[in-house]
């Protein structure tokens, strides 16, 4: 089975009768989240009701949103949590130098088996700026990723044109550092399917892989944008059987040309495709 996560759902820590539903939600990654989505005097509430879920393992994989790095609830957050069992992975926010996942990895080191897996959510300018030694730091990251409404402040970016030169800098990153592709950022309007559906489109085409939602709505459409259509499945069988009877580059009856590139590109194309 195809484990490649499409869809990460994003569920705030101080309600744990939403994160209940997201678990049941069929999103492939939950997150839990201690940052924005929770107001300051719930904190506190926020970490225990997530440390108490994380207890036993869950279902679908949990990773969880840390407070911001340069304050003094990341720390608290990573001593209740980084040991538990059900934590699939830490989402570490704004991030801007790998010291900081250094930092974050030596500090969570003494739970068993080493540091639980790291992403990093590059969301300022620095970040981006830093993003391949981001990407590099530490074995213990997995994944980097954009958050979107905090770069486009600090950028001062009012077309979303204005980011794309961003997201293929976090693409190239996480691949130059044998990263999976990353996912998309949210798609902060719940009611805009359709504008979610191209947005999705856009993220594809720049080599993102899958997005983060804040709503279960938003689920299907993403695993539909992010899935291969019946005519990219026909095209990758179509090229990989045509490898397996010839070696090296040639050139298909409908004029295409393919190489091992080519071949390696369909090869992950049916890969996404068993998700169906």
Not at 39 to 47: H, L, M, S
Not at 100 to 119: D, K, N, S
Not at 266 to 272: D, N, P, R, V, W
């Amino acid at each position: 089975m195809n484990t490649t996560p499409l869809t990460w759902l994003y569920a705030p820590g101080d309600r744990p009768h939403v994160v209940a539903k997201a678990l049941a939600s069929g999103a492939d990654v939950i997150v839990v989240d201690l940052e924005d989505a929770v107001a300051p005097d719930r904190k506190e509430y926020a970490r225990t009701a997530t440390a108490e879920l994380l207890t036993e393992p869950q279902p679908v994989p949990v990773h969880v949103r840390v407070n911001a790095l340069d304050g003094p609830l990341a720390a608290q957050d990573l001593a209740a949590l980084g040991a538990l069992p059900g934590l699939s992975g830490l989402r570490l926010p704004k991030v801007t130098s790998a010291a900081q996942v250094i930092g974050i990895a030596e500090a969570t080191a003494p739970a068993e088996g080493g540091a639980p897996p790291l992403h990093a959510l590059l969301e300022s300018a620095l970040g981006i700026e830093h993003a391949h030694a981001i990407a590099t730091a530490h074995p213990a990251l997995r994944g980097i990723a954009l958050g979107e409404a905090d770069l486009r402040a600090d950028l001062g970016v009012r077309e979303d044109a204005g980011l794309d030169w961003c997201r293929s800098r976090v693409v190239v990153a996480a691949r130059a550092a044998a990263l999976p592709p990353p996912p998309q950022s949210v798609h902060l309007d719940v009611r805009d399917l359709a504008g979610l559906a191209a947005s999705c489109a856009h993220g594809r085409a720049l080599g993102f892989l899958g997005r983060a939602a804040i709503h279960p709505r938003q689920l299907p459409v993403i695993e539909r944008a992010y899935l291969p259509t019946e005519r990219e499945i026909e095209e990758a069988e179509t090229i990989v059987k045509a490898a397996m009877t010839e070696q090296g580059a040639q050139a298909l009856p409908d004029g295409r040309f393919i190489d091992a590139a080519v071949v390696t590109a369909a090869h992950c194309t049916l890969s996404l495709a068993r998700r169906r």
